[in-house]
């Protein structure tokens, strides 16, 4: 049976040492925290994760949802599991407390996010998308469901879904082919196929409000094949009026679920919308005048809003999986008996050592433990920066665009290396690892979709690459440039941190002579930028995690110094800072080099041929 403890040190170090949550009372829903406050929320909710979701996740895995004639059952628990996670007031940790919910800032409801992704990430992504819902809604909502649906959503009493995704497209909105039909009361009704949505259909509340997104036929009935008539609905599965009642079942029913590689536990259905009541959401949009080009709507400004939430949301799924695969590994690494230590036996009188004393297999639990807690305090830097962006202080302009800038690399990066840690874990049990009792290959399956929802990594490479970097003539990559070689300055004299500061220093002024080359190449040929994005995106979150790394090690060295408890925990943070440094920033000199390879080999490729 897999292990699951929930790391509340490492989330007292980041939120109050590295990045003092009591100099943060000025930002927006920090003013009322306070110390005890934070670790009540997350002592109840690692508790409520270790005992009652990670219980869930094997037994969920190995049964999935069942379909049934437009009904969706989940896993024997998950239905009791939620009630619970409702009752304890987890659906609106978020959420501002006019609207039922308990008004935390994301700074802190993050970590109760990870937890919640380590222990059972099929079950989290039910209340996980309904958050992303219910904010939508609650930005772009009219009064009526702001009164009536939102609190409802809130308490966890219903849940929300993303509807994005057709048959004939995913990345290429474009090409979607769902419509809705203005009525003569201000409704529309909406026909069409929406394909994998999460938590479509299932039995865990009375009422789903979709959140969907659909054309609006222009004046002659036609749709166009581009976003300029998409808009931004909300259908639920229960019609709800106006004045809160719950009315008849709504025409959008499921048509099936996926047969997946894994969150076997999280029903993917097919939602079939047949004349289903819509409401739109935000101002109505403008019809173009006379030779005029169609622009989005409003509407879409919402949708857009609720991916980028949900993007930073699945980059912490990459931490999630990659915590959990972890402690498993270890667990597995110091029991299991394999061969002696290369130094000779570590215990002569038993037949053989344990793994752990194997440098490969230290390696790689450790390369899973630096990526774990660097990315970690990466995402919780961003969440302060969200914050930031949404207050009166001076740098908010540039803290929102620093949010902006790592959301792709956040998504991406923490993805890629989670999926690549949980691997590495699995490692670690050799032959036993793909052994379906032992539960570790399943972290794996799991953490394979992250890489691909919610826009798959290498379209969040192009929108670094393509979008983000050139921007407000570049403004956003500057002020990163500009952060984090001012604190490399500030901190270059250190003796005690030159193994951290010279590495990170190599890896930006690599990142910036990469962010040039773009700059010029991508420019005169978009096919460069196209076959360097990945590598670039990857150098980005490597060098950021690095710079982390740097703070991370500044505040042991000080810790250590100055107060020797905690000793080995700090000491523990400067092993993994100086693995990132060896290990991982040695990546960008050849990450840079492919990337100047350009794009005309992979160019010159015939599929065809061969
Ligand atoms: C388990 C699961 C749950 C999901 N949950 C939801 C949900 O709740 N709501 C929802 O709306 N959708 C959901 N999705 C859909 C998911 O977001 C899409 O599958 C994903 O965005 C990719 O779209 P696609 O499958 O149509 O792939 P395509 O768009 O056909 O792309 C295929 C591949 O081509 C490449 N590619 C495409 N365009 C580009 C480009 N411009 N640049 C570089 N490479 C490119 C990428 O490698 C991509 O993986 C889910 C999918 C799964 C499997």
């Known amino acids: 049976m897999p292990v699951y403890r929930a790391p509340l040190q490492d989330y007292s170090f980041l939120m109050n040492e590295l990045f003092e949550i009591d100099k943060q009372k000025d930002l927006p829903q920090f003013g009322e925290l306070s110390g005890e406050l934070v670790d009540d929320v997350l002592t109840n909710a690692a508790k409520f994760c270790e005992e009652v979701l990670h219980p869930l996740n094997q037994s969920g895995d190995e049964e999935g949802c069942h379909y049934e004639n437009g009904v969706v059952r989940t896993p024997t628990g998950f239905k009791e599991a939620y009630k619970a996670y409702a009752a304890g007031g987890w659906s609106g940790l978020s959420a501002p407390e006019s609207f039922g919910g308990s008004g935390l800032p994301s700074f802190v409801t993050m970590t109760v996010a990870e937890m919640s992704q380590s222990a059972n990430q099929a079950f989290a992504m039910y209340p ?165 080009k169609r622009s989005s709507s409003e509407g879409m400004k919402g949708m857009f809003g609720m991916m980028n939430a949900a993007r930073l949301g699945v980059g912490v799924q990459g931490i999630s999986v990659a915590e959990v695969a972890l402690q498993n590994g270890i667990a597995y690494a110091l029991e299991r008996r394999v061969g002696h230590a290369l130094t000779g036996p570590k215990e002569p009188d038993k037949p053989a050592d344990l793994e752990i004393v194997h440098p490969d297999v230290r390696r790689m639990l450790l390369h899973c433990r630096s990526f774990v807690e660097g990315a970690r305090a990466v995402a919780m830097w961003t969440t302060l920066n969200m914050a930031i962006a949404n207050s009166n202080r001076p740098e908010r302009d540039t803290a929102g665009m620093l949010a902006d800038l790592l959301t792709p690399v956040i998504k991406a990066f923490f993805t890629d290396m989670g999926f690549e840690a949980a691997n590495m874990a699995m490692q670690c049990y050799g032959g036993h690892g793909y052994i379906r009792d032992n539960g570790v290959e399943q972290f794996v399956r799991d953490g394979r979709i992250n890489q691909t929802y919610e826009g798959a990594n290498g379209v969040q490479a192009m929108d670094l690459v393509g979008r983000k970097l050139g921007r407000k003539g570049g403004a956003a990559p500057m002020a990163y440039f500009g952060l984090v070689n001012g604190w490399l300055e500030d901190n270059g004299k250190d003796e005690k941190l030159g193994a951290y500061v010279k590495p990170v220093k190599r890896g930006l002024d690599t990142l910036q002579q990469a962010t040039m080359w773009m700059a010029q190449n991508g420019l005169a040929n978009p096919n460069n930028a196209g076959a360097g994005a990945v590598d670039y995106l990857r150098m980005m979150g490597i060098v950021t995690v690095g710079w982390m790394w740097a703070r991370m090690a500044k505040l042991a060295n000080e810790k250590l110094a100055t107060s020797p408890a905690n000793k080995a925990f700090y000491e523990s943070k400067l092993v993994s800072a100086k693995y990132w440094m060896e290990r991982m920033i040695p990546e960008c000199p050849m990450l840079f080099e492919r990337i100047q390879a350009g794009a005309d080999t992979v160019m010159a490729f015939d599929p065809m041929v061969g």
């Open 128 to 292: 996980g998308l309904s958050m992303a819902a219910y904010s939508a809604l609650m930005g772009t909502g009219a009064s009526w469901m702001k009164e009536h649906i939102v609190p409802r959503m809130v308490s966890g009493e219903w849940t929300g879904t993303m509807c994005l995704t057709e048959p004939g497209c995913g990345t290429d909105l474009r090409l979607m082919k769902t419509r809705a039909v203005e009525q003569d009361d201000g409704t529309y009704k909406m026909t069409g196929t929406k394909i994998f949505i999460s938590g479509g259909e299932h039995d865990l509340a009375d009422n789903i409000i979709h959140m969907v997104i659909a054309k609006i036929p222009d004046e002659n009935g036609q749709i166009h094949d581009d976003l300029s008539t998409v808009n931004f609905f909300m259908v639920p599965k229960y019609i709800v009026k106006e004045d809160g009642t719950v009315g008849m079942r709504n025409g959008v029913a499921c048509g099936g679920i996926e047969k997946k590689m894994g969150i076997k536990g999280n029903a993917t259905a097919v939602l079939n919308f047949d004349d289903a009541v819509a409401w739109r959401l935000g101002p109505k949009p403008q019809a173009p005048k006379l030779g005029e």
